[in-house]
């Protein structure tokens, strides 16, 4: 697989280990110093890099559905952060995690405990400690989260399996369905759900 680095190295990446070493070698060299260039100023070139050489990279790739719903979220966090004036900084961490807080479920269609092996997967591969907790927390209710880790819950629980917005009620519909089986995980979805209907009802 060919990619195009932040700046303009042409190089391939033809397995999974191959794409963990560009991920950590890539963010050690960008250190924020590279700005947006891709088609819209949510999507550069180096977080797209980091996306497609994971999920598509990896031998047991995600579905097409997952990456839609993970560009989804991103682009939620990123226009979220942008609207109510957060740090350039903070603004390209949430939309990072947003693009790679469902990459748990590489070799693990099911997604159980996705969150946890998500962020250890990225943790072994340079992402920093804030990222990976967030994308640890996100499929499970914690007390007192920061504002981060509610508004990756509130991004996640509101963009479909598409990667559209539909509002965490509806999309909470769909989730009941698909967990029926599994009611620890569905009530940490439900305690979440209960935390964001507080906090963020317009959202619902």
Not at 11 to 30: G, L, M, Q, R, V
Not at 53 to 74: D, P, T
Not at 94 to 110: E, F, R, S, V, W
Not at 125 to 151: D, M, T, V, Y
Request: with cysteine; charged share 30%; net charge negative.
């Amino acid at each position: 697989m060919q990619f195009t680095t932040p700046d303009m190295r042409e190089i391939t990446i033809s397995d999974k280990s191959e794409a963990c070493d560009f991920i950590k070698d890539s963010c050690k060299e960008c250190n924020r110093k590279y700005e947006c260039t891709g088609e819209n100023a949510a999507f550069c070139n180096h977080m797209k890099n980091i996306l497609v050489a994971k999920y598509g990279a990896a031998e047991g790739c995600l579905k097409e559905s997952r990456i839609r719903h993970s560009m989804g979220v991103a682009n939620f966090l990123f226009a979220y952060a942008k609207s109510h004036d957060w740090s350039k900084e903070e603004t390209e961490d949430l939309y990072l995690t947003g693009l790679l807080h469902d990459i748990g479920y590489i070799d693990n269609p099911k997604g159980t405990d996705h969150g946890r092996l998500g962020a250890e997967i990225l943790k072994r591969n340079g992402l920093n400690a804030e990222i990976c907790e967030l994308i640890s927390c996100h499929g499970r209710f914690i007390e007192n989260p920061s504002r981060k880790q509610a508004l990756l819950w509130l991004a996640d629980l509101c963009v479909n399996r598409d990667g559209d917005y539909i509002g965490y009620q509806k999309r909470y519909e769909s989730i009941k369905e698909r967990y029926k089986n599994d009611p620890e995980r569905l009530f940490q979805v439900y305690r979440i759900l209960e935390y964001l209907q507080i906090h963020f009802s317009e959202y619902r």
